[in-house]
Protein backbone atom coordinates (compact mmCIF):
# COMPACT_ATOMS: atom_id res chain seq x y z
CA UNK A 1 0.00 0.00 0.00
CA UNK A 2 2.97 2.63 0.90
CA UNK A 3 4.34 1.96 -2.88
CA UNK A 4 0.78 3.21 -4.14
CA UNK A 5 0.39 5.97 -1.45
CA UNK A 6 4.46 7.17 -1.94
CA UNK A 7 3.47 7.02 -6.07
CA UNK A 8 0.63 9.15 -6.26
CA UNK A 9 1.80 11.76 -3.57
CA UNK A 10 5.33 12.33 -4.86
CA UNK A 11 3.63 14.67 -7.74
CA UNK A 12 3.73 17.96 -5.86
CA UNK A 13 2.85 20.96 -8.01
CA UNK A 14 3.18 24.83 -7.78
CA UNK A 15 0.88 27.54 -8.11
CA UNK A 16 2.05 30.07 -10.66
CA UNK A 17 2.72 32.64 -7.65
CA UNK A 18 5.06 30.24 -6.42
CA UNK A 19 3.48 28.78 -3.44
CA UNK A 20 5.52 25.84 -2.55
CA UNK A 21 2.97 22.70 -2.11
CA UNK A 22 -0.64 22.86 -3.11
CA UNK A 23 -1.10 19.16 -1.62
CA UNK A 24 -0.86 16.10 -3.00
CA UNK A 25 -3.13 14.53 -6.35
CA UNK A 26 -6.74 13.30 -5.70
CA UNK A 27 -7.35 10.32 -4.54
CA UNK A 28 -5.20 9.94 -2.10
CA UNK A 29 -6.92 9.47 1.38
CA UNK A 30 -4.90 7.20 3.10
CA UNK A 31 -1.35 7.45 4.67
CA UNK A 32 0.49 4.10 6.00
CA UNK A 33 -1.29 2.71 8.67
CA UNK A 34 1.45 3.08 11.19
CA UNK A 35 2.07 6.48 9.62
CA UNK A 36 -1.70 7.21 10.92
CA UNK A 37 -1.52 6.16 14.18
CA UNK A 38 2.26 6.45 15.24
CA UNK A 39 3.00 8.39 18.23
CA UNK A 40 6.61 9.69 18.90
CA UNK A 41 7.86 10.17 22.63
CA UNK A 42 6.52 13.06 24.47
CA UNK A 43 6.75 14.47 27.82
CA UNK A 44 8.69 15.50 30.81
CA UNK A 45 12.41 14.38 31.06
CA UNK A 46 12.93 11.36 33.43
CA UNK A 47 16.20 11.46 35.29
CA UNK A 48 18.09 9.18 32.92
CA UNK A 49 17.06 11.34 30.08
CA UNK A 50 18.20 14.56 31.35
CA UNK A 51 21.54 12.85 32.24
CA UNK A 52 21.94 12.12 28.72
CA UNK A 53 21.32 15.37 27.43
CA UNK A 54 23.94 16.43 29.96
CA UNK A 55 26.56 13.94 28.88
CA UNK A 56 26.18 15.78 25.26
CA UNK A 57 26.33 19.37 27.18
CA UNK A 58 29.24 18.30 27.96
CA UNK A 59 30.87 18.54 24.47
CA UNK A 60 29.75 22.05 24.39
CA UNK A 61 31.43 22.97 27.58
CA UNK A 62 34.95 21.31 26.55
CA UNK A 63 34.66 23.34 23.17
CA UNK A 64 33.29 27.01 23.20
CA UNK A 65 35.93 29.37 22.18
CA UNK A 66 35.76 32.07 24.90
CA UNK A 67 36.96 34.78 22.82
CA UNK A 68 34.30 34.05 19.74
CA UNK A 69 32.32 32.05 21.51
CA UNK A 70 32.04 29.47 18.52
CA UNK A 71 32.00 25.67 18.93
CA UNK A 72 34.25 23.63 16.97
CA UNK A 73 32.53 20.73 14.63
CA UNK A 74 34.69 18.06 15.91
CA UNK A 75 36.58 17.55 19.21
CA UNK A 76 39.07 19.56 20.22
CA UNK A 77 39.66 20.74 16.40
CA UNK A 78 38.98 24.38 15.94
CA UNK A 79 36.72 24.74 12.93
CA UNK A 80 33.59 25.25 12.14
CA UNK A 81 30.36 25.27 8.56
CA UNK A 82 27.17 27.03 9.34
CA UNK A 83 25.39 23.83 9.59
CA UNK A 84 27.81 23.02 13.11
CA UNK A 85 26.54 26.66 13.98
CA UNK A 86 23.03 25.56 13.60
CA UNK A 87 23.46 22.55 15.47
CA UNK A 88 25.07 24.61 18.16
CA UNK A 89 22.49 26.64 18.56
CA UNK A 90 19.97 24.31 18.86
CA UNK A 91 21.60 22.52 22.01
CA UNK A 92 21.56 26.08 23.11
CA UNK A 93 17.89 25.44 23.30
CA UNK A 94 17.60 22.53 24.94
CA UNK A 95 20.52 23.64 27.48
CA UNK A 96 18.09 26.50 28.33
CA UNK A 97 15.21 24.65 28.62
CA UNK A 98 16.30 21.62 30.72
CA UNK A 99 18.19 24.32 33.01
CA UNK A 100 22.02 23.40 32.12
CA UNK A 101 22.91 27.12 32.33
CA UNK A 102 21.90 30.31 33.94
CA UNK A 103 19.98 32.55 32.24
CA UNK A 104 23.14 34.86 32.11
CA UNK A 105 24.88 32.38 30.46
CA UNK A 106 22.57 31.88 28.01
CA UNK A 107 22.36 35.46 26.72
CA UNK A 108 25.92 35.63 26.58
CA UNK A 109 26.38 32.27 24.90
CA UNK A 110 23.44 33.34 22.25
CA UNK A 111 24.97 36.90 22.40
CA UNK A 112 28.38 35.77 20.90
CA UNK A 113 26.76 33.85 18.41
CA UNK A 114 24.98 36.05 16.65
CA UNK A 115 27.31 39.02 17.18
CA UNK A 116 29.54 36.56 14.98
CA UNK A 117 27.17 36.47 12.29
CA UNK A 118 26.60 40.11 12.17
CA UNK A 119 30.32 40.59 12.15
CA UNK A 120 31.65 37.82 10.19
CA UNK A 121 33.54 38.41 6.92
CA UNK A 122 31.66 37.10 3.89
CA UNK A 123 33.02 36.03 0.36
CA UNK A 124 33.76 37.99 -2.61
CA UNK A 125 30.49 37.24 -3.97
CA UNK A 126 28.63 38.25 -0.45
CA UNK A 127 27.84 35.10 1.14
CA UNK A 128 29.42 33.15 3.77
CA UNK A 129 32.44 30.56 3.79
CA UNK A 130 31.57 26.90 4.60
CA UNK A 131 34.02 27.18 7.14
CA UNK A 132 35.50 29.38 9.71
CA UNK A 133 38.27 29.58 12.21
CA UNK A 134 35.99 29.07 15.91
CA UNK A 135 39.39 31.06 17.82
CA UNK A 136 39.25 33.41 14.97
CA UNK A 137 35.96 33.65 13.58
CA UNK A 138 38.11 34.51 9.72
CA UNK A 139 36.92 32.25 6.92
CA UNK A 140 39.26 29.43 6.85
CA UNK A 141 39.52 26.10 4.38
CA UNK A 142 39.24 22.35 6.13
CA UNK A 143 42.85 22.56 7.49
CA UNK A 144 41.93 25.18 9.54
CA UNK A 145 44.22 28.43 6.81
CA UNK A 146 43.09 31.14 6.16
CA UNK A 147 41.44 30.64 2.70
CA UNK A 148 37.95 31.13 1.34
CA UNK A 149 36.73 28.03 -0.11
CA UNK A 150 33.34 28.71 -1.50
CA UNK A 151 29.66 28.66 0.00
CA UNK A 152 27.03 25.91 0.46
CA UNK A 153 23.08 27.07 -0.19
CA UNK A 154 22.52 23.87 2.59
CA UNK A 155 24.18 24.50 4.89
CA UNK A 156 22.69 28.05 5.02
CA UNK A 157 19.32 27.00 4.86
CA UNK A 158 20.20 24.79 7.97
CA UNK A 159 21.08 27.69 9.68
CA UNK A 160 18.16 29.69 8.66
CA UNK A 161 15.80 27.10 9.88
CA UNK A 162 17.24 27.25 13.55
CA UNK A 163 17.51 31.13 13.56
CA UNK A 164 13.73 31.33 12.87
CA UNK A 165 13.60 28.86 15.83
CA UNK A 166 15.75 30.50 18.03
CA UNK A 167 13.63 34.01 17.26
CA UNK A 168 10.89 32.30 18.23
CA UNK A 169 12.26 31.01 21.28
CA UNK A 170 14.06 34.57 21.98
CA UNK A 171 12.07 37.36 20.63
CA UNK A 172 14.15 39.97 22.23
CA UNK A 173 17.18 39.18 19.56
CA UNK A 174 15.43 39.15 16.68
CA UNK A 175 16.55 41.94 14.92
CA UNK A 176 19.69 41.65 15.58
CA UNK A 177 19.18 38.06 13.87
CA UNK A 178 17.56 39.87 10.87
CA UNK A 179 20.30 42.23 10.45
CA UNK A 180 22.90 40.04 10.24
CA UNK A 181 20.93 38.26 7.52
CA UNK A 182 20.36 40.59 5.53
CA UNK A 183 24.01 40.99 4.93
CA UNK A 184 23.51 37.85 2.84
CA UNK A 185 23.44 38.06 -1.34
CA UNK A 186 20.87 35.26 -1.44
CA UNK A 187 20.83 35.57 -5.20
CA UNK A 188 24.17 33.31 -5.45
CA UNK A 189 21.85 31.01 -2.83
CA UNK A 190 18.85 30.71 -4.61
CA UNK A 191 18.46 31.38 -8.44
CA UNK A 192 15.27 32.65 -10.09
CA UNK A 193 13.88 29.80 -11.13
CA UNK A 194 14.22 28.13 -7.48
CA UNK A 195 17.26 26.14 -7.42
CA UNK A 196 19.75 25.76 -4.47
CA UNK A 197 23.13 26.67 -5.41
CA UNK A 198 26.26 26.06 -3.58
CA UNK A 199 30.13 27.31 -5.32
CA UNK A 200 33.96 26.19 -4.87
CA UNK A 201 36.01 29.84 -4.86
CA UNK A 202 39.92 29.45 -5.82
CA UNK A 203 41.75 32.48 -5.94
CA UNK A 204 38.89 34.83 -7.45
CA UNK A 205 37.55 31.86 -10.05
CA UNK A 206 34.23 30.83 -8.80
CA UNK A 207 32.45 27.70 -9.78
CA UNK A 208 28.75 27.14 -9.13
CA UNK A 209 27.28 24.17 -8.65
CA UNK A 210 23.55 22.75 -8.05
CA UNK A 211 23.15 21.73 -4.49
CA UNK A 212 21.21 19.12 -3.01
CA UNK A 213 19.91 15.43 -3.07
CA UNK A 214 16.33 14.33 -2.38
CA UNK A 215 15.15 14.98 0.74
CA UNK A 216 18.13 17.42 1.56
CA UNK A 217 16.69 20.23 -0.58
CA UNK A 218 13.33 19.93 0.34
CA UNK A 219 14.43 20.40 3.75
CA UNK A 220 16.70 22.92 3.74
CA UNK A 221 14.41 24.99 1.30
CA UNK A 222 12.18 25.71 4.47
CA UNK A 223 15.36 28.15 6.09
CA UNK A 224 14.38 30.22 2.76
CA UNK A 225 10.69 29.62 2.50
CA UNK A 226 11.03 31.98 6.78
CA UNK A 227 12.66 34.49 4.26
CA UNK A 228 9.85 34.73 1.87
CA UNK A 229 11.99 33.14 -0.95
CA UNK A 230 10.52 29.89 -2.88
CA UNK A 231 13.02 27.82 -3.82
CA UNK A 232 9.97 26.11 -6.62
CA UNK A 233 12.70 23.66 -7.93
CA UNK A 234 14.25 22.39 -5.00
CA UNK A 235 11.18 21.65 -3.19
CA UNK A 236 9.84 19.51 -6.08
CA UNK A 237 10.18 15.60 -6.13
CA UNK A 238 11.12 15.01 -9.45
CA UNK A 239 13.06 13.34 -11.15
CA UNK A 240 12.97 10.98 -8.36
CA UNK A 241 12.81 6.86 -9.11
CA UNK A 242 11.70 4.09 -6.53
CA UNK A 243 13.44 1.03 -5.71
CA UNK A 244 11.99 -1.65 -3.25
CA UNK A 245 13.83 -3.10 -0.65
CA UNK A 246 12.07 -5.51 1.87
CA UNK A 247 8.72 -5.02 0.67
CA UNK A 248 9.03 -1.70 1.11
CA UNK A 249 9.34 1.51 -1.58
CA UNK A 250 12.15 4.18 -1.28
CA UNK A 251 11.85 7.42 -2.94
CA UNK A 252 15.51 8.65 -4.70
CA UNK A 253 17.00 10.83 -6.25
CA UNK A 254 16.53 10.41 -10.06
CA UNK A 255 19.43 12.77 -11.47
CA UNK A 256 21.62 10.62 -13.95
CA UNK A 257 24.78 10.99 -11.78
CA UNK A 258 27.02 11.12 -15.36
CA UNK A 259 25.38 14.69 -16.21
CA UNK A 260 24.98 15.73 -12.99
CA UNK A 261 27.92 16.57 -10.07
CA UNK A 262 25.72 14.86 -7.35
CA UNK A 263 26.03 12.14 -5.02
CA UNK A 264 22.55 10.71 -4.58
CA UNK A 265 22.63 8.31 -1.22
CA UNK A 266 19.23 8.10 0.85
CA UNK A 267 19.83 8.28 4.33
CA UNK A 268 18.35 9.60 7.66
CA UNK A 269 19.27 12.93 8.42
CA UNK A 270 17.31 15.64 6.44
CA UNK A 271 13.81 13.22 7.46
CA UNK A 272 14.39 12.92 11.11
CA UNK A 273 14.92 17.11 11.12
CA UNK A 274 11.84 17.23 9.28
CA UNK A 275 10.22 15.49 12.00
CA UNK A 276 11.31 17.23 14.81
CA UNK A 277 11.32 20.53 13.63
CA UNK A 278 8.30 20.59 11.63
CA UNK A 279 6.45 17.35 12.37
CA UNK A 280 6.28 16.78 8.16
CA UNK A 281 3.89 19.65 8.22
CA UNK A 282 4.37 22.77 5.66
CA UNK A 283 6.14 25.78 7.07
CA UNK A 284 2.85 28.00 8.15
CA UNK A 285 0.88 25.02 9.40
CA UNK A 286 -0.19 26.20 13.16
CA UNK A 287 -2.27 22.39 14.21
CA UNK A 288 -1.35 21.08 17.13
CA UNK A 289 -2.13 17.14 16.10
CA UNK A 290 0.62 15.41 16.40
CA UNK A 291 -0.39 12.45 15.36
CA UNK A 292 -1.28 14.46 11.72
CA UNK A 293 0.90 15.83 9.03
CA UNK A 294 -0.02 18.39 6.42
CA UNK A 295 3.18 17.73 4.31
CA UNK A 296 1.99 14.19 3.32
CA UNK A 297 4.51 13.80 0.96
CA UNK A 298 7.91 13.88 3.74
CA UNK A 299 5.46 12.14 5.86
CA UNK A 300 5.37 9.22 3.86
CA UNK A 301 8.63 9.61 2.68
CA UNK A 302 9.91 9.82 6.43
CA UNK A 303 8.07 6.34 7.15
CA UNK A 304 9.42 4.58 4.89
CA UNK A 305 13.02 5.60 5.46
CA UNK A 306 12.07 4.29 9.06
CA UNK A 307 10.00 1.24 8.28
CA UNK A 308 13.23 0.13 6.49
CA UNK A 309 15.52 0.43 8.64
CA UNK A 310 13.34 -1.52 10.88
CA UNK A 311 12.37 -3.96 8.35
CA UNK A 312 16.53 -4.97 7.76
CA UNK A 313 15.76 -5.97 11.38
CA UNK A 314 13.14 -8.02 11.04
CA UNK A 315 14.77 -9.67 8.03
CA UNK A 316 18.67 -9.95 8.03
CA UNK A 317 19.19 -9.27 11.99
CA UNK A 318 21.14 -6.49 11.39
CA UNK A 319 20.40 -3.29 13.84
CA UNK A 320 20.28 -0.09 11.25
CA UNK A 321 20.33 3.22 12.20
CA UNK A 322 21.81 5.21 9.06
CA UNK A 323 23.41 8.40 8.46
CA UNK A 324 26.33 10.58 7.94
CA UNK A 325 29.38 10.49 10.20
CA UNK A 326 33.08 10.79 10.43
CA UNK A 327 35.92 8.35 11.09
CA UNK A 328 39.05 7.72 12.19
CA UNK A 329 41.11 8.12 9.63
CA UNK A 330 40.69 8.20 5.58
CA UNK A 331 38.21 8.97 4.08
CA UNK A 332 37.18 10.91 7.36
CA UNK A 333 33.47 11.30 6.36
CA UNK A 334 30.99 8.88 4.85
CA UNK A 335 27.45 8.36 4.09
CA UNK A 336 25.80 5.60 5.39
CA UNK A 337 22.98 4.90 2.98
CA UNK A 338 20.06 2.81 2.74
CA UNK A 339 20.30 3.28 -0.82
CA UNK A 340 22.76 4.10 -2.93
CA UNK A 341 24.94 3.55 -6.51
CA UNK A 342 21.73 1.20 -7.29
CA UNK A 343 22.92 -0.81 -4.23
CA UNK A 344 21.28 -0.91 -0.94
CA UNK A 345 23.00 -0.82 2.61
CA UNK A 346 25.81 0.79 0.79
CA UNK A 347 28.48 3.59 2.72
CA UNK A 348 30.15 5.49 0.73
CA UNK A 349 32.46 8.67 0.40
CA UNK A 350 32.34 11.72 -1.46
CA UNK A 351 34.20 10.95 -4.13
CA UNK A 352 31.74 7.84 -4.60
CA UNK A 353 33.90 5.20 -3.30
CA UNK A 354 32.24 2.57 -1.45
CA UNK A 355 33.69 1.79 2.79
CA UNK A 356 30.82 -1.11 3.78
CA UNK A 357 32.99 -1.81 6.78
CA UNK A 358 32.61 1.70 8.09
CA UNK A 359 29.18 1.57 8.61
CA UNK A 360 27.71 2.76 11.88
CA UNK A 361 24.78 2.45 14.34
CA UNK A 362 24.48 6.36 14.75
CA UNK A 363 24.02 7.39 18.09
CA UNK A 364 22.43 10.41 16.97
CA UNK A 365 20.31 8.85 14.82
CA UNK A 366 19.43 6.34 17.13
CA UNK A 367 18.20 8.50 19.13
CA UNK A 368 16.36 10.69 17.24
CA UNK A 369 14.11 7.99 15.58
CA UNK A 370 13.50 6.77 19.52
CA UNK A 371 11.82 9.82 19.91
CA UNK A 372 10.26 10.01 16.41
CA UNK A 373 8.51 6.48 16.62
CA UNK A 374 7.49 4.50 19.66
CA UNK A 375 8.55 1.27 18.95
CA UNK A 376 9.94 -1.90 20.23
CA UNK A 377 12.80 -1.52 17.52
CA UNK A 378 13.74 1.72 18.60
CA UNK A 379 13.98 0.63 22.31
CA UNK A 380 15.80 -1.90 20.97
CA UNK A 381 18.21 0.50 19.16
CA UNK A 382 18.87 3.01 22.27
CA UNK A 383 20.01 -0.03 24.67
CA UNK A 384 22.68 -0.45 21.96
CA UNK A 385 23.70 3.00 22.25
CA UNK A 386 23.31 4.05 25.34
CA UNK A 387 26.50 3.23 26.66
CA UNK A 388 28.04 4.88 23.68
CA UNK A 389 29.84 8.28 25.53
CA UNK A 390 32.67 9.60 27.58
CA UNK A 391 31.31 11.27 30.52
CA UNK A 392 33.86 13.73 30.53
CA UNK A 393 33.82 14.27 26.32
CA UNK A 394 30.21 13.79 25.23
CA UNK A 395 28.36 10.76 22.91
CA UNK A 396 30.64 8.74 20.23
CA UNK A 397 29.54 8.78 16.81
CA UNK A 398 28.22 4.66 17.07
CA UNK A 399 29.08 1.22 17.06
CA UNK A 400 30.21 -0.63 13.64
CA UNK A 401 27.17 -2.68 12.09
CA UNK A 402 30.48 -4.88 11.43
CA UNK A 403 32.41 -6.10 14.93
CA UNK A 404 30.31 -3.68 17.44
CA UNK A 405 32.95 -1.57 18.54
CA UNK A 406 32.79 1.94 19.31
CA UNK A 407 33.65 4.47 17.00
CA UNK A 408 35.15 7.08 19.15
CA UNK A 409 35.40 9.99 17.17
CA UNK A 410 33.45 13.01 19.31
CA UNK A 411 31.29 15.73 17.00
CA UNK A 412 29.32 18.67 17.52
CA UNK A 413 26.40 17.27 15.13
CA UNK A 414 26.03 13.95 17.31
CA UNK A 415 25.81 15.47 20.58
CA UNK A 416 23.89 18.18 19.12
CA UNK A 417 21.54 15.67 17.84
CA UNK A 418 21.27 13.60 21.38
CA UNK A 419 19.59 16.61 22.75
CA UNK A 420 17.42 17.87 19.96
CA UNK A 421 15.90 14.40 20.01
CA UNK A 422 15.81 15.24 23.75
CA UNK A 423 13.95 18.63 22.96
CA UNK A 424 11.60 17.29 20.83
CA UNK A 425 10.44 14.83 23.22
CA UNK A 426 9.91 17.40 25.50
CA UNK A 427 8.27 19.62 23.80
CA UNK A 428 6.78 18.12 20.58
CA UNK A 429 7.84 20.06 17.37
CA UNK A 430 10.47 22.94 17.41
CA UNK A 431 9.30 24.76 14.55
CA UNK A 432 6.69 27.40 15.45
CA UNK A 433 5.12 29.93 13.49
CA UNK A 434 4.56 33.27 14.59
CA UNK A 435 2.67 36.32 13.32
CA UNK A 436 4.29 39.22 14.43
CA UNK A 437 5.57 42.04 12.93
CA UNK A 438 9.80 41.73 12.21
CA UNK A 439 12.49 43.82 11.67
CA UNK A 440 12.86 41.79 8.40
CA UNK A 441 9.24 42.73 7.57
CA UNK A 442 9.69 46.37 8.06
CA UNK A 443 12.82 46.53 5.50
CA UNK A 444 10.90 44.43 2.89
CA UNK A 445 8.22 46.95 2.80
CA UNK A 446 10.08 49.73 2.51
CA UNK A 447 13.76 49.16 1.22
CA UNK A 448 13.33 45.72 -1.36
CA UNK A 449 10.96 44.46 -3.94
CA UNK A 450 10.61 40.92 -2.77
CA UNK A 451 10.29 38.51 -4.65
CA UNK A 452 12.48 39.14 -7.30
CA UNK A 453 15.69 41.07 -6.07
CA UNK A 454 18.21 39.69 -3.42
CA UNK A 455 18.46 40.63 0.24
CA UNK A 456 21.60 42.54 0.25
CA UNK A 457 21.88 44.96 3.03
CA UNK A 458 21.74 48.78 0.92
CA UNK A 459 23.32 50.59 3.93
CA UNK A 460 26.61 50.07 5.91
Known amino acids: MLRKTLLLCSVLCLSSCGVIYQGVQNGITTLSESQMIRQGRYGTLTEQELAWAKTAWQYFENNTELKTGLVNSIDRYPTMSLSSLADYL????AAQEFEFITTKEHDERLSLAISFLAKMSLGLTGVPNK????ATGEMVNYANQPEQIGWSSIDIGRLLIVLAMTKQRNPEFSEYIDKAVLRWNFCELVTEDGELFGATI???????YKEGRLGLEEYTSYGYLDWQIVPAKAMRLDPYEVVTINGIDLLFDGRDP???DVLRPVYSTPY?????????DDIDDTHSADSDHSNQVLAAMADSVYRLQESRWDVDRIYTARGE????GEPYFVYDSLYALGTPWITVADDGSSHDELALVSTRVAFQMWALWKTDYTDRLLTLVKELYDPERGWYEGRYELSSAYEKSITLQTNAGVMEALLYKANGKLYRPRNVKEYRDVQFQSRFYHPGRCLVETFR
Open 131 to 134: VYGT
Open 90 to 93: VALM
Open 258 to 260: RHY
Open 272 to 280: LLLGMEFNW
Open 202 to 208: SGRQVQR
Open 325 to 328: HVVT
